[in-house]
């Protein structure tokens, strides 16, 4: 029986870095953000974003994309068939993956929002013995407005901003789990970070696996090497990530601090996350 374990989240929240720990094992595989690769529109945009890479048009197995394992087929089916829907493309991914690897496999996806995770339940429904479960990945307000500081230079007004997206978007996501019935579990980037081999282990509890189905912080090297992504944290895609590590830069930024003061729902959610997921 065919898993799909999705990893829904914000951006920069630790969802490739989970995508791989989680399809590193045996049994396993990790793709990246799915949805992001099989749309054309988003494929463009993220080969012009990195493309004065080399390794631009490499799977993170270190092959191109059209001579991968995983992706030749599908990128030849994609050519072939320009007009096809995001459904049958993520079905021809499916398909691709149980030849290569077999049928009683774990397949994640860091496709990250509830629109691409409803294209995988669609495509679960029409797959009898197809089972889908939820990883929700959340970091720290702060950190995560330190990061989006960093990639998008945001000013203090852009900062603030930026504060009550991350409730929203969180809001949405849980509302939407909530709603649906569908069984997922939090992880916490913080916990991931600082607490790994526990954090892991309650992955591990609710996906069901045990040993190295689901590897810990220490192989992500080899985690990594095993992966087939081709969209997704450019670190993780480029072979340039070997560790986990947790960027504290915030615990210094002035006008962060002073705005997670200020934002009072957000620092409510927050809070409640720290409370009830990194258990310190």
């Keep these: 029986m065919t898993k799909i374990v999705f990893i829904a989240g914000l951006e920069h929240s630790g969802t490739t870095i989970l995508d791989v720990l989680v399809g590193g094992g045996t049994g396993a595989v990790a793709l990246g953000e799915v949805s992001s690769f099989i749309n054309s529109e988003t494929r463009g945009s993220f ?13 993170s197995c270190g092959k191109r994309h059209d001579e991968c394992l995983v992706w030749s087929d599908v990128v030849r089916y994609i050519s072939e068939n320009p007009t096809s829907d995001l459904v049958m493309r993520y079905r021809k991914v499916v398909e691709s993956v149980e030849r290569n690897f ?5 397949l994640s996806d860091s496709s990250k929002s509830i ?20 990883l929700l990945a959340v970091k720290d307000v702060r950190s995560f407005v330190s990061s989006m500081t960093q990639v998008r230079k945001l000013n203090v007004r852009g900062q603030f901003s930026c504060f009550r997206w991350w409730r929203g978007g969180n809001a949405q996501f849980l509302s939407f789990l909530e709603t649906s019935g569908i069984p997922y579990h939090v992880v916490l980037y913080e916990a991931l970070c600082l607490r790994t081999r526990l954090t892991i282990k309650g992955i591990r ?3 069901g696996v045990k040993g190295e189905d689901c590897v810990d912080g220490p192989q992500l090297r080899h985690a990594r090497e095993r992966a087939h992504i081709c ?21 210094n930024q002035m006008s962060i601090n002073m705005l997670y003061g200020l934002s009072r729902e957000p620092r409510r959610m927050n809070q409640q996350f720290l409370a009830e997921h990194l258990q310190i």
């Design 47 to 59: 080969l012009s974003r990195f493309g004065h890479f080399e390794d631009a048009h490499l799977c």
């Design 102 to 106: 077999g049928t009683d496999l774990m």
């Design 115 to 134: 629109g691409a995770l409803g294209t995988v339940l669609e495509v679960a429904q029409g797959r009898p013995g197809t089972e889908v479960r939820i």
């Design 205 to 207: 509890e609710f996906l």
């Design 231 to 251: 969209a997704g944290n450019a670190d993780m895609v480029f072979r340039n990530r070997d560790e986990i590590r947790y960027d504290c830069r915030w615990f």
